[in-house]
């Protein structure tokens, strides 16, 4: 297996003294991982580096077509002090479909999380230890061929960048209004939306500047053929309870198939509580909104965990999902998973991933 070179920073940083105040993606640690692949060669020069700017090329090719894929995931600091992960295979191997739909070249998912323990254990005094903070971390790849046309990609730089960081929402698991998107659509089947790429992201700021002018917190998207199908959240899958049951979009290729979506399903139907992946339509979540079947309504992804929402707005209608307050199913999914993240409680899945 390669070598990983390790370059230690001469001149770390000042970490933050209040983790109160660390935001969200807003400070990075001391290293970072890199690692170029050139057609004919493949993937070489593994390195950890002090953490700084690169250095691109103006016709760089992430820059001028958006040849790039990415993942977040996190590492958590229990009670003794000890860093795990969660779930990263899972990470690496959607990092590697995301790849594969933007013709950028397959990883090695155990290299990638060798060198991702590598890093993570150089900067582990950057994990934060405060109450719903952890370390963010963001592994991606980028196309950096130097030359202008859309052609195959010869060279991809690897990196992974790490950014301790507090709750995504600074409400914390209070419930947010979100919008559903009648105009713009983000993805299509056979587009990109199971990737994740940042431009199915790029495509979302506009609906989502215009949901935040209007008073909301986040756009649910709707299908782009039909516009009938609720997909997902801005920045999360989403669910619903409907009747007694937890019903999820189906994954049908213009939907990304979330991590933490996953676990969701497979925690509930474990539990014995109903789930659906169907096709659901913006009318029939109005119908049950209006007949009080909607229960509940929650969006999920690892930066917020479970977020659950209070108000859905469609067409000029505003409709309160649980009086507006955080339902059962949402606090107990929440408390589940970070239990099992922050290690305070057992993990009875084996998601976890220790840090030795």
Request: hydrophobic content about 40%; aromatic content about 8%.
């Given at each position: 297996?390669?070598?990983?070179?390790v370059?230690?920073?001469?001149?770390?940083?000042?970490?933050?003294?209040?983790?109160?105040?660390?935001g969200?993606?807003?400070?990075?640690?001391?290293?970072?991982?890199?690692?170029?692949?050139d057609?004919?060669?493949?993937?070489?020069?593994?390195?950890?580096?002090?953490?700084?700017?690169?250095t691109?090329?103006?016709?760089?090719?992430?820059?001028?077509?958006?040849?790039?894929?990415?993942?977040?995931?996190?590492?958590?600091?229990?009670?003794?002090?000890?860093?795990?992960l969660?779930?990263?295979?899972?990470?690496?191997?959607?990092?590697?479909?995301?790849?594969?739909?933007?013709?950028?070249?397959q990883?090695d998912?155990?290299?990638?999380?060798?060198?991702?323990?590598?890093?993570?254990?150089?900067?582990?005094?950057?994990?934060?230890?405060?109450?719903?903070t952890?370390?963010?971390i963001?592994p991606f790849?980028?196309?950096?061929?130097?030359?202008?046309?859309?052609?195959?990609?010869?060279?991809?730089?690897?990196?992974?960048?790490?950014?301790?960081?507090?709750?995504?929402?600074?409400?914390?698991l209070?419930?947010?209004?979100?919008?559903?998107?009648d105009?713009?659509?983000?993805?299509v089947?056979?587009?990109?939306?199971?990737?994740?790429?940042?431009?199915?992201?790029?495509?979302?700021?506009r609906?989502?500047?215009?949901?935040?002018?209007?008073?909301?917190?986040?756009?649910?998207?709707?299908?782009?053929?039909?516009?009938?199908?609720?997909?997902?959240?801005?920045?999360?899958?989403?669910?619903?309870k409907?009747?007694?049951?937890?019903?999820?979009?189906?994954?049908?290729?213009?939907i990304?198939?979330?991590?933490?979506?996953?676990?969701?399903?497979?925690?509930?139907?474990?539990?014995?509580?109903?789930?659906?992946e169907?096709?659901?339509?913006?009318?029939?979540?109005?119908?049950a909104?209006?007949?009080?079947t909607?229960?509940e309504?929650?969006?999920?992804?690892?930066?917020?965990?479970?977020?659950?929402?209070?108000?859905?707005a469609?067409?000029?209608?505003?409709?309160?999902?649980?009086?507006?307050?955080?339902?059962?199913?949402?606090?107990?999914?929440?408390?589940?998973?970070?239990?099992?993240?922050?290690?305070?409680?057992?993990?009875?899945f084996?998601?976890?991933?220790?840090?030795?």
């Amino acid at each position: 297996m390669m070598e990983i070179k390790v370059t230690k920073n001469p001149h770390p940083a000042q970490k933050p003294e209040d983790e109160s105040q660390l935001g969200f993606g807003q400070i990075f640690t001391d290293h970072m991982f890199l690692m170029d692949w050139d057609r004919g060669r493949g993937w070489h020069d593994a390195r950890i580096v002090p953490f700084g700017n690169l250095t691109m090329h103006p016709a760089s090719t992430a820059l001028h077509y958006g040849a790039e894929v990415f993942e977040g995931l996190k590492a958590y600091r229990t009670a003794d002090g000890s860093i795990q992960l969660f779930r990263p295979q899972e990470n690496f191997a959607r990092l590697n479909r995301s790849a594969a739909r933007m013709s950028l070249p397959q990883l090695d998912e155990q290299f990638a999380l060798r060198a991702l323990t590598e890093l993570v254990r150089l900067d582990a005094d950057w994990v934060p230890h405060g109450l719903g903070t952890s370390l963010y971390i963001r592994p991606f790849l980028l196309g950096d061929d130097e030359h202008l046309g859309v052609h195959a990609i010869n060279h991809v730089r690897f990196l992974i960048i790490l950014s301790p960081s507090g709750l995504y929402y600074a409400a914390g698991l209070d419930p947010v209004s979100i919008m559903i998107e009648d105009e713009d659509v983000r993805t299509v089947r056979g587009g990109t939306g199971e990737a994740k790429c940042g431009g199915n992201y790029g495509a979302s700021v506009r609906a989502g500047d215009r949901a935040e002018a209007r008073g909301y917190a986040q756009v649910l998207w709707l299908d782009g053929v039909e516009r009938r199908y609720i997909e997902e959240v801005g920045s999360m899958n989403i669910m619903f309870k409907i009747a007694g049951r937890v019903v999820t979009p189906m994954l049908t290729g213009s939907i990304l198939p979330g991590i933490t979506r996953k676990s969701i399903i497979e925690m509930l139907k474990s539990e014995g509580t109903p789930v659906e992946e169907r096709r659901i339509s913006a009318d029939e979540l109005v119908a049950a909104a209006k007949d009080g079947t909607l229960e509940e309504a929650f969006g999920c992804g690892t930066a917020a965990v479970v977020s659950p929402v209070g108000l859905l707005a469609y067409q000029g209608q505003e409709y309160v999902i649980n009086g507006g307050k955080t339902g059962p199913v949402s606090q107990h999914l929440y408390d589940e998973l970070t239990g099992i993240q922050w290690g305070r409680q057992p993990d009875r899945f084996g998601w976890t991933y220790p840090i030795r």
